[in-house]
Nanobody, 129 residues
Framework: QVQLVESGGGLVQPGGSLRLSCAAS????????MYWFRQAPGKQREGVSC????????LYTDAAKGRFTIIRDNAKNTVYLQMTSLKSEDTGVYYC??????????????????????WGQGTQVTVSL
């Protein structure tokens, strides 16, 4: 059983920054790719970023590229999403997900949410004046 717990969400003004954390049970980060998704009200859940294993590739959607950074700390079994220059469009519930690495373990892929095995409960991010 893998358990993921997100934290770090809150209310921030446009242009501000937040760092989200996802704490995983066990030594999950040594063999799992990690993912961040988000879901705005009335919208489908969408991928934001992912990170593979080893010397990992990092992947960002166009909306996140240049503003968000995904970081993993295997010693702490924690993955972070550092968000800067936040916009109102970034508002939503942010979810952490985990999935075993594939044949090329340094790579990750942002696909449909049902593809991933484990999910946290989410943390709310609100970007507003």
């Amino acid at each position: 059983q893998v358990q993921l717990v997100e934290s770090g969400g809150g209310l921030v003004q446009p242009g501000g920054s937040l760092r989200l954390s996802c704490a995983a049970s066990g030594s999950i980060l040594s063999t799992y790719a990690m993912y961040w998704f988000r879901q705005a009200p009335g919208k489908q859940r969408e991928g934001v970023s992912c990170i593979g294993y080893g010397d990992p590739d990092r992947l960002y959607t166009d909306a996140a590229k240049g503003r968000f950074t995904i970081i993993r700390d295997n010693a702490k079994n924690t993955v972070y999403l550092q968000m800067t220059s936040l916009k109102s469009e970034d508002t939503g519930v942010y979810y952490c997900a985990a999935d075993p690495v594939g044949p090329n373990p340094t790579m990750c892929h942002l696909g449909a949410p049902w593809m991933y095995d484990y999910w946290g409960q989410g943390t709310q991010v609100t970007v507003s004046l």
